[in-house]
Protein backbone atom coordinates (compact mmCIF):
# COMPACT_ATOMS: atom_id res chain seq x y z
CA UNK A 1 0.00 0.00 0.00
CA UNK A 2 1.11 3.36 -1.02
CA UNK A 3 1.69 6.14 2.00
CA UNK A 4 0.21 9.18 1.73
CA UNK A 5 2.11 11.95 2.05
CA UNK A 6 0.99 14.64 3.91
CA UNK A 7 3.88 17.12 4.27
CA UNK A 8 4.80 17.13 0.64
CA UNK A 9 0.62 17.57 -0.24
CA UNK A 10 0.60 20.71 2.47
CA UNK A 11 3.74 21.99 1.38
CA UNK A 12 2.15 21.92 -2.34
CA UNK A 13 -0.87 23.71 -1.18
CA UNK A 14 0.28 26.03 1.43
CA UNK A 15 2.07 28.18 -1.78
CA UNK A 16 -0.75 27.89 -3.93
CA UNK A 17 -2.88 28.85 -1.48
CA UNK A 18 -1.27 31.48 0.49
CA UNK A 19 -0.13 33.49 -2.14
CA UNK A 20 -3.47 33.26 -3.85
CA UNK A 21 -6.69 36.77 -4.27
CA UNK A 22 -10.04 35.68 -4.87
CA UNK A 23 -12.42 38.53 -5.99
CA UNK A 24 -9.45 40.81 -4.73
CA UNK A 25 -9.34 39.57 -1.33
CA UNK A 26 -6.09 37.66 0.21
CA UNK A 27 -6.47 34.10 1.79
CA UNK A 28 -5.09 36.09 4.86
CA UNK A 29 -8.17 38.57 4.55
CA UNK A 30 -10.78 35.85 3.96
CA UNK A 31 -9.47 33.45 6.83
CA UNK A 32 -9.85 36.21 8.92
CA UNK A 33 -13.10 37.37 8.15
CA UNK A 34 -14.29 33.59 8.31
CA UNK A 35 -12.78 33.38 11.97
CA UNK A 36 -14.67 36.47 12.69
CA UNK A 37 -17.78 35.33 11.14
CA UNK A 38 -17.26 31.75 13.18
CA UNK A 39 -17.39 32.74 16.96
CA UNK A 40 -18.44 35.28 19.41
CA UNK A 41 -16.40 34.62 21.32
CA UNK A 42 -13.53 34.93 18.75
CA UNK A 43 -14.76 37.98 17.66
CA UNK A 44 -13.99 39.43 21.73
CA UNK A 45 -10.34 38.90 21.28
CA UNK A 46 -9.93 41.30 18.52
CA UNK A 47 -12.27 44.35 19.93
CA UNK A 48 -9.28 46.14 21.45
CA UNK A 49 -7.00 44.77 18.20
CA UNK A 50 -7.14 45.44 14.70
CA UNK A 51 -5.09 41.80 14.26
CA UNK A 52 -2.91 43.34 12.63
CA UNK A 53 -0.04 41.38 14.13
CA UNK A 54 -2.06 38.21 13.53
CA UNK A 55 -2.96 38.27 10.31
CA UNK A 56 1.47 39.64 9.14
CA UNK A 57 2.17 36.76 11.47
CA UNK A 58 -0.05 34.16 10.44
CA UNK A 59 1.35 32.97 7.15
CA UNK A 60 4.98 32.12 9.06
CA UNK A 61 3.11 30.60 11.65
CA UNK A 62 1.54 28.37 9.67
CA UNK A 63 4.45 26.89 8.81
CA UNK A 64 5.99 26.41 12.49
CA UNK A 65 2.97 25.02 12.97
CA UNK A 66 3.55 22.65 10.55
CA UNK A 67 6.86 21.84 11.46
CA UNK A 68 5.83 20.19 14.73
CA UNK A 69 4.17 17.27 12.54
CA UNK A 70 6.78 15.18 11.63
CA UNK A 71 8.60 14.80 15.28
CA UNK A 72 5.94 16.40 17.54
CA UNK A 73 8.53 18.53 18.77
CA UNK A 74 8.03 22.71 18.87
CA UNK A 75 10.10 25.01 17.40
CA UNK A 76 11.03 28.44 19.51
CA UNK A 77 8.40 30.05 17.44
CA UNK A 78 5.56 27.87 18.05
CA UNK A 79 6.83 28.13 21.95
CA UNK A 80 6.43 31.55 21.46
CA UNK A 81 3.06 31.36 20.39
CA UNK A 82 1.71 28.80 22.66
CA UNK A 83 2.87 31.23 25.29
CA UNK A 84 1.46 34.00 24.33
CA UNK A 85 -2.04 32.66 23.71
CA UNK A 86 -2.11 30.62 26.60
CA UNK A 87 -4.11 31.63 30.13
CA UNK A 88 -1.35 33.61 31.61
CA UNK A 89 -1.44 35.62 27.68
CA UNK A 90 -4.32 36.09 25.49
CA UNK A 91 -5.97 33.31 27.07
CA UNK A 92 -7.45 31.27 23.89
CA UNK A 93 -9.47 28.51 24.97
CA UNK A 94 -8.44 24.64 23.41
CA UNK A 95 -12.21 24.80 21.98
CA UNK A 96 -11.46 27.67 19.79
CA UNK A 97 -8.80 25.91 18.28
CA UNK A 98 -10.70 24.12 16.37
CA UNK A 99 -12.75 26.45 14.91
CA UNK A 100 -9.55 27.93 13.43
CA UNK A 101 -8.90 25.14 12.09
CA UNK A 102 -12.35 24.45 10.38
CA UNK A 103 -11.97 27.81 8.94
CA UNK A 104 -8.69 27.23 7.68
CA UNK A 105 -10.04 24.18 5.77
CA UNK A 106 -13.24 26.11 4.21
CA UNK A 107 -10.57 29.09 3.29
CA UNK A 108 -7.95 26.35 1.75
CA UNK A 109 -11.11 25.12 -0.45
CA UNK A 110 -11.75 28.41 -1.77
CA UNK A 111 -7.81 29.76 -2.52
CA UNK A 112 -5.97 26.17 -3.85
CA UNK A 113 -6.81 26.00 -7.09
CA UNK A 114 -6.05 22.44 -7.64
CA UNK A 115 -8.08 21.79 -4.23
CA UNK A 116 -8.86 18.03 -3.68
CA UNK A 117 -10.38 16.17 -0.61
CA UNK A 118 -7.17 14.52 -0.08
CA UNK A 119 -5.66 18.12 -0.01
CA UNK A 120 -7.99 19.28 2.63
CA UNK A 121 -7.36 16.13 4.78
CA UNK A 122 -3.48 16.88 4.04
CA UNK A 123 -3.84 20.18 6.02
CA UNK A 124 -5.93 18.89 8.92
CA UNK A 125 -3.29 16.11 9.07
CA UNK A 126 -0.45 18.52 8.94
CA UNK A 127 -1.95 21.25 11.16
CA UNK A 128 -3.52 19.50 13.80
CA UNK A 129 -0.51 17.94 16.31
CA UNK A 130 0.54 21.67 16.54
CA UNK A 131 -2.69 23.14 17.67
CA UNK A 132 -2.82 20.15 20.10
CA UNK A 133 0.39 21.38 21.12
CA UNK A 134 -0.85 24.87 21.51
CA UNK A 135 -4.03 23.57 23.46
CA UNK A 136 -1.75 21.17 25.78
CA UNK A 137 0.15 24.55 26.77
CA UNK A 138 -3.04 26.39 27.76
C1 LIG B 1 -9.06 30.88 17.45
C2 LIG B 1 -7.79 30.85 17.77
C3 LIG B 1 -6.97 32.11 17.94
C4 LIG B 1 -7.32 33.34 18.41
C5 LIG B 1 -8.69 33.80 18.89
C6 LIG B 1 -6.13 34.17 18.35
C7 LIG B 1 -6.08 35.49 18.75
C8 LIG B 1 -4.99 36.31 18.63
C9 LIG B 1 -4.98 37.71 18.99
C10 LIG B 1 -6.14 38.47 19.62
C11 LIG B 1 -3.75 38.19 18.68
C12 LIG B 1 -3.27 39.62 18.84
C13 LIG B 1 -3.87 40.39 17.69
C14 LIG B 1 -3.06 41.46 17.11
O1 LIG B 1 -2.55 42.30 17.83
O2 LIG B 1 -2.97 41.47 15.87
C15 LIG B 1 -2.99 37.09 18.11
C16 LIG B 1 -1.72 37.21 17.63
C17 LIG B 1 -1.05 36.20 16.98
N1 LIG B 1 -1.50 34.92 16.78
FE1 LIG B 1 -3.24 34.15 17.43
N2 LIG B 1 -5.10 33.45 17.85
C18 LIG B 1 -5.56 32.19 17.59
C19 LIG B 1 -4.84 31.14 17.06
C20 LIG B 1 -3.58 31.24 16.57
C21 LIG B 1 -2.85 30.17 15.94
C22 LIG B 1 -3.34 28.73 15.79
C23 LIG B 1 -1.67 30.69 15.52
C24 LIG B 1 -0.54 30.07 14.77
C25 LIG B 1 -0.05 28.92 14.96
C26 LIG B 1 -1.64 32.08 15.91
C27 LIG B 1 -0.60 32.95 15.66
C28 LIG B 1 -0.55 34.25 16.07
C29 LIG B 1 0.57 35.13 15.80
C30 LIG B 1 1.83 34.76 15.04
C31 LIG B 1 0.26 36.36 16.37
C32 LIG B 1 1.14 37.62 16.36
C33 LIG B 1 1.67 37.94 17.72
C34 LIG B 1 2.28 36.78 18.45
O3 LIG B 1 3.15 36.08 17.88
O4 LIG B 1 1.87 36.51 19.57
N3 LIG B 1 -2.81 32.37 16.55
N4 LIG B 1 -3.77 35.96 18.10
Known amino acids: MQMIDYEEIFNMSYWRTTQNVVDGVSFVE ?46 RVLEGIAVRHNRHGRAIKP ?12 TVVLYDPEYEEHVGEAWRHVLSPGLEYIKSQY
Open 30 to 75: HFMNSLLDASEEIRGFFVHSDGEAFSQGLILALVHLAGYFPDHIPD
Open 95 to 106: HLYDIFLDCMLE
